[in-house]
């Protein structure tokens, strides 16, 4: 496709469980995103892709998160044994590489509820 | 630093009316400042943005005014529509291991009324 796809758009768990987010990223694009936007919140960033270098893991809340990229491709954000306050909208994000462009391109992004 | 402070939280302006957006930086290393827009049920899409060696930058009824001294930098919405009204957020970021690592402000609701 020509944009990011993310699944599932919509979530709910229950508290306690295993969730996987998935991110598509735009075909060619060397670095991913996860974002996390709370409600009335800005975007906080969890962690960030870039081709076969090391991802950068400094904005995961906890080690409950984690993410992989298969292949420098697909996107996978797991959070193990969800929490209330994980409920959110998880935003993948992804854009080509080289300094001169700097945009990022949004999935839509999957809406996070435990209950 | 790496926080970037926005405001107001929130704006309601008149159709044909200019919106006035700030943020404020701290990290001097910040290189980029681009602003998003959202709308409902969709991810941010990059509006317009600017680098520190330009004061303004303008796209259309959109207009970014940098100071560098002062590390702030805001959008202005000229002759604002209702088809406008979203919610917008300023953001900055930097090179380096985190190259192109967004740090976002908190968002603006904008609504402009007909």
């Keep these: ?115 | 630093q790496q926080q970037v402070k926005q405001s107001p939280q929130s704006l309601i302006v008149q159709k044909g009316g200019i919106s006035i957006i700030n943020c404020a930086y701290e990290n001097t290393a910040f290189d980029y400042f681009p602003w998003y827009q959202q709308f409902p049920g969709k991810g941010p899409a990059l509006l317009i943005a600017i680098r520190p060696d330009v004061s303004e930058k303008k796209e259309g009824r959109f207009t970014i005014s940098f100071n560098k001294s002062a590390k702030q930098f805001s959008l202005h919405i000229m002759d604002s529509q209702p088809g406008d009204s979203a919610t917008y957020f300023c953001a900055a970021s930097t090179g380096g291991t985190s190259y192109g690592k967004l740090t976002f402000g908190q968002g603006t609701i904008l609504t402009v009324h007909p």
């Excluded at chain 1, 060397?30 to 919140?41: E, I, N, V």
């Excluded at chain 1, 081709?51 to 400094?58: F, H, L, Q, T, Y």
């Excluded at chain 1, 298969?70 to 993948?92: F, H, K, M, N, P």
């Design chain 1, 1 to 115: 496709g020509a944009g990011v796809s993310q699944s599932p758009s919509n979530k709910v768990t229950e508290k306690g469980k295993d969730v996987e987010l998935r991110c598509d990223p735009i075909s060619g694009h060397t670095a991913l995103y996860w974002y996390r936007q709370s409600l009335g919140q800005g975007l906080e960033f969890l962690i960030y892709f870039q081709g076969n270098s090391a991802p950068d893991k400094s904005g995961l809340p906890s080690d409950r998160f984690s993410a992989e990229r298969t292949g420098g491709s697909v996107s996978t954000l797991t959070i193990q044994r969800t929490q209330q306050e994980d409920s959110a909208v998880y935003l993948c994000a992804s854009r080509p590489r080289g300094p001169s462009d700097y945009g990022y391109t949004f999935g839509s992004g999957t809406r996070l509820t435990v209950v």
